[in-house]
């Protein structure tokens, strides 16, 4: 999850804010797992302390398993507009992002003409699902699966990585990765307008979709905003409010939305501005997940469940 407050995702944050740091992480990681030293390790060691995703390693599964995913990560760079990967590819690495922006492609359909197969999609048969930030991490879908890449990844500016290997990632990190996935597509599946998706379809929601951390007392978006995003609440409350010609200076609190409910959607489908404002209301803030480019399949399931209503 990121968040907001600080715009840093907490999936693998980490301290790398200065060059020095940076520096020195990068210089262990180009070494091979034979040619680090042990002062190279207890290196590694300190600085996954501020790193979530390893501190979760380490809670699950000790710190046999956090020292095997030490040893064993390596360094790569990308420079900006560079791919990563892209659609189609086999699936070999499990990335984590030390600095840099990805952008996240998918494919448009309404751009790619009739029998150009998914190896020969280029960037303009595409749309940008989300941007990925310093602490995300990408790449686990293919390798879980064993198939090919299902998107494209570009580089909005230098990036630098960490690197897990196929057999590293299948030995060590799978398990987690995938309950994590697990729990998200097992989630989204429980709400009523993706009751009867499937489970490619929910994943590829999973895909187009970001999560963020809201403090207490922070708006999400304010009446009258231009409509972006599909929102769903993944634990915590929100409470919308509108304001009235009548008062003017005055908001009426209009419900109280929690855990699996979904909201915004009404507003994208039919193009409206924003009829409430949302603020977080959770005394310890809440999750959220970010629709940031709703998917046709979520117009068209919005529309027969409000046939179904009626």
Not at 225 to 248: H, M, Q
Not at 263 to 270: I, K, L, P, S, T
């Amino acid at each position: 999850y990121q968040r907001r407050v600080h715009g840093v995702g907490n999936l693998f944050e980490m301290d790398v804010k200065s060059t020095e740091k940076l520096d020195t992480l990068r210089k262990i990681l180009r070494k091979s797992a034979k040619q680090r030293t042990e002062s190279d390790t207890k290196q590694l060691i300190d600085m996954s302390k501020n790193v979530a995703f390893l501190n979760k390693v380490q809670d699950e599964y000790g710190n046999e398993i956090l020292l095997k995913c030490l040893i064993n990560m390596y360094y790569e760079f990308f420079q900006r507009h560079k791919q990563i990967f892209k659609i189609g590819d086999p699936g070999d690495a499990f990335y984590v992002i030390l600095e840099g922006t990805v952008g996240v492609y998918v494919p448009d359909y309404t751009r790619i003409p009739e029998g150009i197969k998914p190896k020969d999609f280029e960037l303009r048969h595409l749309k940008k699902a989300k941007s990925l930030k310093r602490g995300d991490s990408f790449g686990e879908i293919a390798l879980l699966q064993n198939k090919k890449r299902t998107a494209t990844i570009v580089c909005e500016e230098d990036t630098h990585l960490a690197v897990f290997d196929k057999e590293t990632f299948h030995h060590i990190l799978k398990p987690m990765e995938y309950d994590n996935i697990m729990r998200e597509i097992q989630f989204l599946a429980r709400i009523n307008l993706f009751s009867h998706w499937s489970y490619h379809t929910l994943q590829m929601l999973y895909l187009n979709s970001n999560r963020f951390v809201y403090a207490s007392g922070e708006v999400v978006y304010r009446q009258g905003d231009p409509p972006r995003n599909v929102y769903i609440i993944r634990n915590g409350e929100f409470k919308l409010t509108r304001s009235v010609d009548e008062w003017p200076n005055h908001e009426l609190q209009d419900s109280l939305l929690s855990a699996s409910q979904l909201f915004g959607v009404e507003e994208v489908y039919f193009e409206l501005k924003r009829e409430f404002t949302v603020t977080c209301c959770s005394p310890s803030g809440l999750s959220l997940i970010h629709i940031s480019e709703p998917t046709r399949l979520l117009s068209i399931s919005y529309a027969v469940f409000c046939l179904k209503k009626k």
